[in-house]
């Protein structure tokens, strides 16, 4: 039975500020245009005259380049890039970031960019996809359609969508179905906690890393309404009014049911998919975002990491950090590369 999450005033009181910041991350390019990097050539790829098969867009075949990030350095390896489409709406785009495996097929992993549900694009990953893909993963990154566009729970339907699409074209990508992890940060992370929560997560995905994810909307909403409340706070109270299309009231009950099915714990069973949190310290979505999801997930017997790291950082510059980033990949790695049986 599904638990429904009982919304308390008192988490409230742990709540932090921090400035946002995007690390390495270029401008968002238009939807029409390709991302990645600059293309040696483009040309379309054959598309199946069958209905389910995927309309590509473009597709880019890129040189290798190297990627600095503080400690480490990167050897970006040489890929194939395709845009598609898994819905009808404009904004249910989703960028493939593909090598070919040397036999069978890989583990896939789908990334879901942050914004407060208002802003943000799937080009934002860029740099982490090309990470991943050097890792030997296929990786998908994918747009949704924002809360100024389409209220809650578009944004969950387009990301169970994107999954969907990975899966039901695994031949065409090489990829294994069985093995797909979810990495969202900030309002994607709440997204990827809720792909593995909502409905039999733990079928949909093999695991989810969240970097800053909202898990907690509603605190979200009382701490931009704090005295010296910072003005990322107050951004993120106003998103989140946005995105379920109410203020939450005691009077109003559609609203509070609204509240508590953006909240991932709402949905946490034993079903659900393993799972790895990280926040920092001092940033404006802390941990307390998290310790109720986690808590429900521990009571289901549902593997879950809360790694709280030092410092400000938000949503992906915390893996900007080579521990971090060590962190995520070993992680990822121990769920998407372990044996089979």
């Known amino acids: 039975m599904r638990k429904v999450l009982v919304l308390s005033a008192a988490v409230a009181a742990a709540c932090a500020s921090a400035a946002v910041v995007s690390p390495g991350v270029e401008a968002a390019a238009a939807p029409a245009e390709p991302v990645g990097p600059t293309p040696t050539t483009t040309t379309q790829e054959p598309v199946s005259a069958t209905p389910e098969a995927p309309q590509e867009a473009t597709k880019i075949t890129a040189g290798s380049q190297v990627e600095t990030a503080q ?36 583990p896939a992993v789908l990334l879901l960019h942050g914004g407060s549900w208002l802003t943000g694009d799937k080009s934002s990953w860029r740099r982490v996809a090309h990470r991943l893909a050097a890792d030997g993963y296929a990786v998908f990154s994918a747009d949704y359609r924002l ?61 989810v ?79 307390a975002h998290s310790t109720e999801l986690v808590a429900e997930l521990k009571g289901y017997g549902v593997p879950v990491t809360l790694k709280e790291v030092p410092g400000t950082g938000h949503a992906m510059t915390i893996i900007k950090d080579p521990a971090a980033w060590r962190t995520l990949i070993t992680w990822i790695d121990s769920i998407a590369k372990k044996p089979a049986g």
């Open 209 to 287: 890393v969240a970097l800053s994810p909202v898990n907690s909307p509603y605190l979200a909403y009382l701490d931009g309404a704090l005295p010296g409340a910072s003005s990322t706070a107050v951004k993120l109270r106003g998103a989140v009014e946005q995105l379920i299309g109410c203020t939450p009231q005691e009077i109003d009950t559609t609203c509070w049911q609204r509240i508590e099915d953006v909240a991932p714990a709402t949905h946490a069973d034993r079903g659900d998919a393993p799972m790895l949190i990280m926040h920092s310290a001092d940033e404006f979505v802390p941990t």
């Open 71 to 106: 400690a480490f350095i990167v050897t970006l390896p040489r890929l194939r890039t395709a845009r598609y489409s898994y819905g009808p709406d404009a904004d249910q785009q989703i960028d493939a970031y593909l090598r070919s495996p040397a036999e069978g097929t890989q």
């Open 147 to 207: 809360s100024g566009e389409a209220p809650w729970p578009a944004q969950r339907d387009d990301a169970e969508a994107a999954l969907a699409f990975i899966k039901r074209h695994a031949e065409r990508f090489k990829v294994d179905p069985a093995r797909v992890v979810v990495i969202g940060s900030s309002a994607g992370g709440q997204l990827a906690t809720m792909l593995g929560t909502y409905g039999a997560g733990a079928q949909k995905v093999s695991g």
